[in-house]
């Protein structure tokens, strides 16, 4: 079986109980393991992760979700890590950590017959779509890709690894929980066909003749699966937040989203 997840946030301060949630993460990571041959973590793992120059013992908070992985691929598992837009920051660390794969791209795998495009899902806005928006709502989208620059910027990174660990922590979960916040607050929904832009980035791309089976992201922490005309699936993951969704892909390529039922 292939698994698919995303969207952990793990360590978020919006949670009241940040251990509790992890458990649950490594609950379905262990669950995983009977059957899995490879899981794809499609971004948002953790909600800041930052790897500094400096030793940074605020990791330790995440040592069961790490060794769980370990653990997964120790047993020959493959674990396929694409950054998000919240741990965009690792620098090697987090792979020798847990022997992940880390995708910084959206990519095409090929999954038992099927082309599949993978992405974490932010960012991907089409650009004749943002001309057809409202100003206000243009400016928005323009400010996240502005910001979304920095944030993958090298030089922005370097410096930043340069800050001490207390100080750029403060500072990184206090924005990872502002976000986290006006998301559960004003949830943004599944805005239909001809709005939602993960949808429209699939249209385009089978426009341009590039036809892919399977597009599949995280990011907005809604679930979706719609199938197009061009008979291409968008599978929108939900999250591992609230909603505990994930999908399966079983050997002869059909998916299906599942939810987790939480032991505790
Ligand atoms: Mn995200």
Not at 2 to 28: K, M, N, P
Not at 41 to 49: A, C, P, R, V
Not at 191 to 204: H, M
Request: charged fraction near 25%.
């Amino acid at each position: 079986m292939t698994y698919f997840l995303s969207d952990a946030h793990l360590g978020s301060r919006a949670l009241s109980d940040a251990q509790a949630h992890q458990a649950g993460l490594v609950e379905l990571l262990h669950q995983m393991r009977q059957d899995a041959r490879e899981i794809y973590i499609l971004g948002d793992l953790f909600d800041y992760w930052f790897e500094y120059l400096w030793p940074d013992k605020s990791k330790r908070q995440y040592s069961p979700v790490l060794e769980a992985i370990r653990q997964l691929t120790d047993s020959g598992i493959a674990v396929h890590f694409f950054i998000g837009n919240h741990d965009i920051w690792t620098f090697g660390q987090l792979a020798k950590l847990t022997g992940m794969t880390i995708h910084r791209h959206p990519e095409t795998i090929i999954l038992h017959g099927k082309r599949c495009l993978m992405a974490h899902g932010d960012g991907l806005v089409p650009s004749d779509y943002l001309k057809r928006l409202p100003k206000p709502v243009q400016r928005k989208i323009r400010k996240f890709k502005w910001l979304r620059a920095l944030f993958h910027h090298p030089i922005a990174q370097a410096l930043y690894r340069c800050v001490p660990p207390c100080v750029g922590n403060a500072i990184g979960y206090r924005w990872a929980k502002k976000s986290r916040l006006r998301d559960l607050n004003h949830p943004c929904g599944y805005k239909g066909e001809d709005r939602e832009e993960l949808v429209l980035y699939a249209k385009e791309q089978e426009q341009r003749g590039e036809h892919y089976d399977y597009y599949i992201f995280g990011h907005r922490h809604i679930e979706l699966d719609l199938m197009t005309v061009t008979q291409s699936r968008v599978v929108i993951l939900g999250d591992c937040f609230r909603q505990w969704t994930y999908a399966q892909m079983d050997d002869n390529g059909n998916l299906q989203l599942c939810i987790h039922e939480k032991n505790n």
